[in-house]
């Protein structure tokens, strides 16, 4: 991360000792005094506008588009976020990668094109690949900035996941409360509402109505159940 | 290099334990049963054409040619030269680097693009890095293969490093020979000979004329001295 100018390291319920002696590693103490810890995925995602899952995509079925490391669109859309807001590059653990649970709050996947035969990387090998390959292009230059500019008036910036999921979050209730999902559903359900949401890629103010929509509802359903 | 289709791992004077444990590692056992060993960087290289040694050129005084990984000019130099024959990526431990010796056998060094203020990686993610980027281009469309065609018919093809130490060490003994390099020359001075033969990129027709000049030249220095 240090190498290619990334500074903001967050974690989720890292592994005691193995952080503890992380820290200690030569060459990166301030980025890692400085790494925050987090309890789940959408507390260390909470203020930042592109969640990009990465998964060496092998086994599982996926929910969500599968982007490739290195295509020109993948490489774009990343850094036109940058411009715009926080985008958060999240990796699972070497041994299990990301969850269903995890992915549900990203809004798409990124794959590292490496042999069909061998895709699971690594994990530091696969961090500093994605960031060499984010950092390897050009800076925006002036009038990408001034585009930025115009995309940062309030109301038009894309919503960061915390206002995503406040919008997630009241409609699962409302789809329980209407019956539509059992009051004891299961977690898959759920993460295929958050997908749901991901996927419309609500500006802040949009999603500001949707919650006063939504939260609407939600009385109502409660004061007639 | 398994992920990304590398498949010839060469190591010179491997720490033994260390390699033991990596030889154990999950993923890539295949790769590292076939690892050769080699007493030195000129064994291990000796049959390429091509030998590109790794640097993060902070603190020394380069004598080569210093290229930067991502570059398309960088890429397409690497590219024809695995079309034509085997390259060599060099890299050096973990703590030092490369030594200038070991450099002296390099055509040319390359440089991956990272912060000024932390240029120095973790070896394997610089690995992992550079493969990535070899990798990540198109492969060569007939057009070019039939470019590599031609290259190949013998003579024409770029000297081999073994080809090209031949020269060098013949090379040697006739400036020892002549005077203008001490019977007791120093390592440094042979260093630079030997840079300044890499950079003659030596065709084998021409290697093998310039060995038979060399020999005769030493064969009579000899006679006289």
Same mark, same amino acid.
């Given at each position: 991360?240090?190498?290619?100018?990334?500074?903001?390291?967050?974690?989720?319920?890292?592994?005691? @000792?193995?952080?503890?002696?992380?820290?200690?590693?030569? *060459?990166?103490?301030?980025?890692?005094?400085?790494?925050?810890?987090?309890?789940?995925?959408?507390?260390?995602?909470?203020?930042?506008?592109?969640?990009? *899952?990465?998964?060496?995509?092998?086994?599982?079925?996926?929910?969500? =588009?599968?982007?490739?490391?290195?295509?020109?669109?993948?490489?774009?859309?990343?850094?036109?976020?940058?411009?715009?807001?926080?985008?958060?590059?999240?990796?699972?653990?070497?041994?299990?990668?990301?969850?269903?649970?995890?992915?549900?709050?990203?809004?798409?996947?990124?794959?590292? =094109?490496?042999?069909?035969?061998?895709?699971?990387?690594?994990?530091?090998?696969?961090?500093? %690949?994605?960031?060499?390959?984010?950092?390897?292009? =050009?800076? @925006?230059? =002036?009038?990408?900035?001034? *585009?930025?500019?115009?995309?940062?008036?309030? *109301?038009?910036?894309?919503?960061?996941?915390?206002?995503?999921?406040?919008?997630?979050?009241?409609?699962?209730?409302?789809?329980?409360?209407?019956?539509?999902?059992?009051?004891?559903?299961?977690?898959?359900?759920?993460?295929?509402?958050?997908?749901? %949401?991901?996927?419309?890629?609500?500006?802040?103010?949009?999603?500001?109505?949707?919650?006063?929509?939504?939260?609407?509802?939600?009385?109502?359903?409660?004061?007639?159940?």
């Amino acid at each position: 991360m240090s190498n290619f100018g990334f500074c903001d390291l967050r974690l989720v319920n890292p592994y005691a @000792p193995s952080f503890r002696e992380a820290r200690s590693a030569v *060459g990166a103490v301030s980025l890692l005094s400085k790494a925050r810890q987090y309890e789940s995925v959408a507390d260390a995602v909470a203020d930042c506008n592109l969640v990009i *899952g990465t998964t060496a995509a092998a086994r599982r079925e996926l929910h969500h =588009p599968l982007r490739r490391l290195g295509e020109t669109e993948t490489t774009s859309l990343i850094r036109r976020q940058l411009r715009r807001g926080h985008v958060a590059l999240l990796f699972g653990s070497e041994k299990r990668g990301l969850s269903n649970e995890d992915f549900s709050h990203c809004h798409w996947l990124l794959r590292i =094109p490496t042999r069909e035969e061998h895709g699971s990387m690594n994990l530091g090998q696969a961090v500093a %690949v994605c960031l060499y390959e984010i950092a390897r292009h =050009p800076q @925006p230059g =002036p009038r990408a900035a001034k *585009g930025a500019g115009v995309a940062k008036t309030d *109301g038009n910036r894309l919503a960061n996941a915390a206002e995503v999921e406040r919008v997630t979050a009241v409609l699962v209730d409302v789809l329980r409360g209407s019956g539509y999902l059992s009051a004891s559903s299961s977690s898959m359900a759920e993460q295929k509402v958050r997908r749901m %949401v991901r996927r419309l890629n609500l500006s802040t103010s949009d999603a500001q109505v949707w919650l006063g929509m939504l939260r609407q509802v939600l009385w109502k359903t409660k004061r007639i159940g």
